[in-house]
């Protein structure tokens, strides 16, 4: 399985949503505290561009030798229609400065110089060390999963289904009588998990670990045909 600084990691440099707190800072809207980009440095940092008007960076400005605190924290939603959609949520906080010149007109860059992480998703919930957190790397097909689960829901839902026969016994008890609903939930390197719902309303997860780590879409390719190809023997 991902290492939770990994999982973490890989939140930070999704297109997931997330805000900018700042204790005691007054805003109207979140959206006036929504990167519009965001990435990691060598050292772990994250570079977080906002509009130059935002109150995040006015604060970052202001607080000058004064120290600045703040979480950045991440949203992650299913990009399928799911029951209990948010899949997680990972937070990572530190002190705040401003880093000038590295932004076009109308944008400011701030530095969150990573101190604390959490991350609380399908895995469950865990500290992440700093170092930790800028040692991991993100999930190879990040920039794919969306894309990826959409195309999977939607034009291989049948194949998907016959993932049920996988389960073993709880396929027996579960499956045989009444055939879920089956929807992709999230897809990484390790394997594919899929969300099943029964005609009763209940829900519950199953996982499908792949031969070995994919390292790209063409490798996935391969392991979702070995996973299709075991469901129908």
């Known amino acids: 399985m991902p290492s939770a600084a990994e999982r973490t990691r890989t939140l930070v440099q999704s297109t997931c949503s997330a805000v900018l707190l700042i204790p005691g800072l007054d805003v109207a809207g979140s959206d006036q505290v929504m990167p ?81 992480a959490y991350v609380d998703d399908l895995w469950g919930a865990q500290d992440v060390e700093p170092e930790e957190f800028r040692d991991a790397a993100p999930d190879p097909l990040i920039g794919h999963e969306a894309e990826l689960l959409q195309h999977l829901h939607a034009a291989h839902g049948e194949q998907l289904a016959t993932l049920c026969g996988l389960l073993g016994e709880r396929a027996a008890g579960r499956c045989s009588a009444h055939v879920p609903s089956v929807v992709p939930l999230a897809l990484d390197r390790y394997g594919l998990r899929l969300r099943l719902r029964e005609d009763r309303g209940q829900c519950y997860d199953a996982r499908f670990e792949f031969p070995a780590p994919v390292r790209d879409v063409v490798e996935l390719s391969q392991a979702m045909h070995t996973l299709f190809e075991a469901a129908a023997y």
């Open 36 to 116: 519009l980009t965001r990435s990691v440095g060598p050292d772990g940092d994250l570079f977080l561009e906002l509009p130059a008007d935002s109150p995040a960076v006015r604060a970052a400005t202001h607080a000058e030798e004064d120290e600045l605190t703040a979480v950045l924290e991440i949203t992650d939603v299913a990009p399928v229609s799911v029951p209990h959609r948010i899949r997680g949520r990972a937070w990572v906080s530190g002190r705040l400065t401003t880093v000038p010149g590295m932004s076009g007109p109308g944008r400011m860059t701030l530095r969150l110089e990573t101190g604390e």
